[in-house]
């Protein structure tokens, strides 16, 4: 398994911006595909984006789409998440993963990524 360490966290104002990043160790990190997830107080895990191991894929939220990017750097072993245009309703503990299986594409599902970092806390005041 990797283990995911996530940062950038905090308090913004709506239309803000914050950078998410993770930082992986343990496995190769550029085997895997990797995403995010969030989860806002009282609701489910919700996907928000993800990017395949190759970086050649990535798929995003309907909610986030041209608002958030994903990227990775296999070189420093991180995944970033850039939240542009932030709104209240992004408040949410965000989660890094990692895909179960080696060489995937971008996926939004959550059971097929196997390793999950503790989670940021994002908050957006309006």
């Known amino acids: 398994q990797l283990v995911l360490v996530e940062s950038g966290g905090g308090l913004v104002q709506a239309g803000g911006s914050l950078k998410l990043s993770c930082a992986a160790s343990g496995r190769t990190f550029s085997h895997y595909a990797m995403g995010w997830f969030r989860q806002a107080p009282g609701k489910e895990y919700e996907f928000v984006a993800s990017?395949?191991?190759?970086?050649?894929?990535?798929a995003y939220t309907e909610s986030v789409q041209g608002r958030f990017i994903i990227t990775r750097d296999n070189a420093k072993n991180t995944l970033y998440l850039q939240m542009n245009s932030l709104k209240a309703e992004d408040t949410a503990v965000y989660y890094c993963?990692?895909?179960?299986?080696?060489?995937?594409?971008?996926?939004?599902?959550?059971?097929?990524?196997?390793?999950w970092g503790l989670g940021t806390q994002v908050t957006v005041s309006s």
């Open positions: 993963a990692a895909a179960t299986r080696k060489f995937g594409g971008a996926m939004r599902s959550a059971p097929d990524f196997g390793s």
């Open positions: 990017i395949g191991w190759a970086s050649g894929s990535t």
